[in-house]
């Protein structure tokens, strides 16, 4: 008779496989299609490494793009948006990579850059990574990030004005990649158990502001990761609520009631379609 190997020996990546079966999903289809090629031939302003040396790099190219920008509330809000895209277009590939493959770079700030923006048309992701460092495994992985996020917090806090709320939670939208891509389709209790359990191996505030919780879309219940906190984006002009948004929450729901067909994942979230 085989034995079924305790939950609490298997890797993430294992575990992660684990629950896709459950639903009959398999696992390098589902990560493999949710991992789309960056465009690296892009006009790299300055990197990521560069602005967290001098803050006043991304204030001002947020003020050069925004002329007409009305005040201080909506240049942090332009703020926290690009650090929200940096969160889902850099740490969440990443993530992918770690549970498609069992191990993945880690994020290099010096290897990270911030794209140019045209007027015409505005990229769907401003951050971009121009080569990467060698994998790491998991254990490395998780160290290796948590330091990273926790050493940039203060200069995206104090220097750059983005909320504890809206640090964290846009961290851990990143990190929690792999459980959005199937956030319609796998177990959502299951779903939620193992994306906050994720969430916790990290010495970060991420877990403290994301809770996974099981909600219901068309009639169907799904897994959403609710932010404690806000990214401002609605006070773009382009903006709007985010469907993880939980400090809008009675505002998103009452858009979910109307649009039953509504997507509540955030563009650059893997679990769009």
Sequence with gaps: MAVTEPSAVLSWPQRYARLLASAGLDHDTELEGALQTQ?????????????????????????????????????????????QDL?????????????????????????????????????SSRWFLAGTAAPVGVPEYISGLEERVNHWYPIFRHALGVSPGAYWSSVGLGLGAPFSVVWNRAEPATTCQLAQAWLKQFECDANRFIDWIPAEFSEQTCAIPQRKGCCLKYLLPDGGYCGTCGVYRKERMALARRHPTWNPAPEGWPGRE
Excluded: C, M, W
């Excluded at 803050?55 to 703020?79: F, H, K, N, S």
């Design 39 to 83: 465009d690296t031939n892009r006009t790299a302003l300055f990197s990521l490494g560069q602005a967290l040396e001098q803050p006043q790099l991304l204030i001002q190219q947020v003020r050069d793009e925004y002329p007409g920008a009305p005040g201080e509330r909506v240049v942090t809000a332009r703020l926290s948006v690009l650090h």
């Design 87 to 123: 969160a889902l277009n850099i740490i969440a590939p990443l993530t992918l990579r770690l549970f498609l493959h069992g191990e993945a770079p880690l994020p290099d700030p010096d290897r990270i850059f911030l794209a140019s923006s045209s007027p015409d048309k505005e990229p």
